[in-house]
């Protein structure tokens, strides 16, 4: 099927929010999932007394889909965001949402925005935004009785505007983004707030990213803002298990590409002391895929790993692997895409 794309500079989309066509939302009341609703409207009503908007009662994913070389729609692993989404969901007393209404979302948003899939080769993707929010008026502390759970898609380019390159990161002092036994491992609005201040501090470092260590010992690493770390170490691919991090799907993608490669996964608390001893370390996720990181500050120490323009070789293999494979120009032999056209 041939498909007008829209007006778009393909190549040089930031990343940032781009009114598409349509976006679909279901409502939750009485204790069931109603029937979607696809809107061209991409504002929403909710009462003022809203719990999600009192008492943060909201959780959201982040997910892309990808043209491919061949001319094909794909979408990579909704079903592992559909899962994270709902432990997500019950960790803070919000309903389930079922994976087959997360997927089918999913689905109906791409083929409704296809025209803003960006096409093969800009390096850019349609990146997918599921939102479950309780809106049901509440003025005492307690779960909300209705919610809505929407998704919506904007076309977006490469996250960081140098692409591929290492930058540099340091460890956030002063603040932490989550707690322990708090919900630093669910994707909600509030952890990313509680990182504001940490944000401002990394950029007054006159760094692109922070690091943080665990809340409890503020020792481990923990993970970056947006991003699990990774770190290389001779053969093996090493990062942080800890309670307060949030799964990352692109991280256990990475690790099972480095095992296919042949080395050893290791997923265990790692000390910053350690840090110092590894060949290459990078930032993973969505957004970004691999941002490789050049150096680490820590206090009045300044950690240095690889070259300082170019991403090592390991990073590099595993980058340009996953990447492949989201672009149909590498095997899918872990079934990692959802075709949707
Ligand atoms: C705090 C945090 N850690 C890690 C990630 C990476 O997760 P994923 O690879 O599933 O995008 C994200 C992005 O969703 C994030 O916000």
Not at 77 to 102: G, H, L, Q, V
Not at 212 to 221: A, E
Not at 292 to 304: N, Q, R
Request: net charge negative; aromatic share 10%; proline share 6%.
């Amino acid at each position: 099927m041939s498909v007008v794309k829209a007006d778009l500079d393909w190549s040089n989309l930031p990343f940032t929010y781009v009114k598409t066509d349509k976006n679909v939302r279901y409502h939750y009341k009485d204790g069931s999932w109603g029937a979607p609703e696809i809107c061209e409207e991409d504002m929403l009503s909710i009462n003022i007394a809203a719990p999600a908007l009192h008492y943060g009662q909201q959780g959201f994913e982040g997910l892309k889909a990808f043209e491919t070389r061949d001319g094909r729609v794909v979408c990579f692993r909704p079903d592992e965001n559909a899962k994270r989404m709902n432990r997500t969901n019950s960790r803070i007393n919000m309903p389930e949402i079922p994976e087959e209404i997360f997927i089918s979302a999913v689905e109906t948003v791409i083929r409704e925005n296809i025209r803003f899939v960006p096409p093969y080769g800009t390096g850019a993707s349609l990146y997918l935004r599921p939102l479950m929010i309780g809106v049901g008026p509440k003025v005492g502390l307690g779960p909300a009785d209705e919610y809505i759970f929407l998704v919506f898609a904007t076309p977006v380019g490469p996250y960081y505007k140098g692409g591929f390159k290492p930058v540099d990161a340091v460890i956030v002092e002063g603040f932490d983004r989550a707690a322990p036994h708090g919900v630093g491992d669910c994707k909600v609005g509030g952890n990313y707030a509680a990182g504001l201040p940490g944000s401002k501090f990394v950029k007054e470092q006159g760094c692109a990213v922070g690091l943080y260590l665990d809340p409890q010992h503020n020792r481990y690493i923990d993970e970056f803002s947006t991003s699990n770390f990774i770190g290389i170490k001779d053969s093996s691919y090493i990062t942080p298990k800890s309670p307060s991090i949030l799964p990352s799907i692109t991280n256990k993608s990475l690790a099972t590409i480095a095992q296919d490669m042949g080395m050893l996964v290791e997923s265990r608390q790692v000390e910053i002391g350690e840090v110092e001893g590894f060949d290459e370390v990078g930032a993973v996720g969505t957004a970004a895929v691999i941002t490789p990181v050049h150096s680490i500050k820590y206090g009045d120490k300044i950690l240095t790993f690889g070259e300082k323009d170019s991403a090592g070789p390991v990073l590099t293999k595993l980058y340009e692997t996953l990447t492949k494979i989201q672009t149909g120009e590498v095997e899918d032999k872990h079934r990692w895409l959802l075709e949707i056209l």
